[in-house]
């Protein structure tokens, strides 16, 4: 986009706070959004903020690179800062931090410090799991409320990214399938908890790679858009001020039809590639390794009467909260606190990432998100119902989701 910028010798400019750069240029965001960039080890991660942090977008946007690595236990309030931490503030207004194992802390110091971003990055190690850190940032009151964090700016979630290799992608999923012991390796955990997907190093491999490994990635996460690059080199837009977690016009697009999908593309050439395969996603074409590890999927649902809206909201509750599926007898008592009814777990299931749109008899339509075992069903407003498909449809990413939980989606709803 801005090829020049690489050649520029970066000015020093002040490092305080620039109020015409902050969130005054943006009054929607009052609170700073936060994208995580995931991948695998060498993929490009460092190579992508290279490139954010060179071009000239003009906005204040801080890169934390971090050691975000155990994510198992994440607990905001147990990490702690180390004191070591570099900030070297670049011609285009982007502030680089380097602060290491500080994780959420870091972030907490950095906006005490220097006060409201436009964006902030966060660049987790090629071995994290998004989804963790995911949850921490979405929906956590603690980097809400701007107060908490010392700032006049809360924080929100905007995004994951994740950063796949072409010369190593396919293999690295292979070697990462679900016959070890521990579940699915990083590569899938990251391609399920992402948002948007990076194909990178397209320079380097054949074309028939490429369509492999993009329908390996498509398998398992078929909601988040793939874009190939060289150098990360690809429209900012893309990956920035995304809302993937908000009820924007945007967040559901690969949830619309895939003609929809046909004609939101600006024929750059990191365009997203899912026209071209076509979402022809039959298991006889995946790789076998894939299905056994993290899959993805989709249900189409009619309109729901208000008590099968009801009846959805205990079915996902049951297999995000429960790992298993909602049997007729919860169906039969389908309140929050039937706990005592439910039945022994039903097989390995774990939902990673799930994503959906439902319509109702009346009119209403709702949203559904969800990371790991949170998740919201949000009303759309008036005014947005117009961007959003016109059937409803849920998405499920994880482990273990095969026709049987279909049949129990449908039946439940039925
Ligand atoms: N040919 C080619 N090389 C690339 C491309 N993208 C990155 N590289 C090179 O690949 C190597 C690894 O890139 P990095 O950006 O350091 O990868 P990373 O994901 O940050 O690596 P880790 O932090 O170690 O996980 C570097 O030598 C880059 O110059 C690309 O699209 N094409």
């Known amino acids: 986009m801005d090829s020049e910028a690489d050649d520029d010798i970066p000015e020093l400019i002040s490092a305080e706070p620039d109020e015409q750069s902050s969130s005054d240029k943006n009054p929607i965001a009052k609170r700073v959004p936060l994208t995580i960039i995931c991948g695998f080890l060498g993929a490009g991660k460092s190579t992508l903020l290279r490139r954010i942090l060179t071009e000239r977008h003009g906005y204040r946007i801080a890169v934390i690179m971090n050691e975000f690595g155990d994510t198992a236990d994440i607990e905001a309030k147990s990490i702690t800062v180390d004191g070591e931490s570099t900030t070297l503030e670049l011609a285009n207004g982007c502030l680089c931090c380097s602060i ?7 972030i907490e110091s950095l906006m005490r410090k220097q006060g409201a971003f436009d964006h902030i990055l966060l660049e987790a190690t090629g071995l994290a799991d998004p989804g963790p850190i995911a949850g921490m940032f979405w929906h956590n009151e603690e980097y809400i409320d701007a107060r908490s964090i010392g700032s006049e700016n809360g924080i929100v979630l905007d995004g994951v990214v994740c950063v796949v290799d072409a010369v190593f992608g396919l293999k690295q999923m292979e070697e990462d399938h679900a016959d070890k012991e521990e579940g699915p390796g990083e590569s899938l955990r990251q391609i399920a908890g992402s948002d948007v997907i990076i194909l990178n190093k397209v ?6 790679i490429l369509s492999a490994t993009e329908l390996a990635i498509k398998h398992v996460n078929p909601v988040a858009p793939v874009y190939r690059t060289v150098r990360a080199e690809l429209n900012l837009g893309h990956i920035l001020g ?16 895939q003609h929809e999908l046909q004609h939101d593309h600006d024929h750059d050439h990191d365009h997203n590639h899912d026209h071209e395969q076509g979402n022809n996603l039959s298991s006889s074409v995946v790789p076998h390794y894939v299905t056994r590890g993290i899959s993805s999927l989709q249900v189409s649902l009619p309109p729901l009467s208000a008590t099968q809206f009801a009846a959805f909201d205990a079915w996902i509750r049951t297999i995000l909260w429960e790992n298993r599926l909602l049997d007729s007898v919860d169906c039969l008592a389908s309140t929050p606190d039937s706990q005592s009814k439910k039945s022994p777990l039903q097989g390995n299931i774990n939902v990673l990432r799930c994503k959906g749109l439902l319509i109702l008899t009346s009119g209403e339509q709702h949203v559904l998100q969800g990371v790991r075992n949170m998740y919201e069903i949000i009303p759309v407003d008036e005014s947005m119902k117009s961007e959003f498909p016109h059937a409803g449809k849920v998405v499920l990413i994880g482990k273990g989701l095969g026709e049987d939980v279909r049949h129990s989606l449908l039946s439940a709803v039925g």
């Open 242 to 257: 995304i809302q993937a977690y908000s009820i924007g016009q945007r967040h559901l697009s690969a949830l619309k039809d």
């Open 100 to 106: 290491k194992d500080s994780g959420a802390a870091a």
């Open 203 to 208: 320079d380097l491999v054949q074309s028939s």
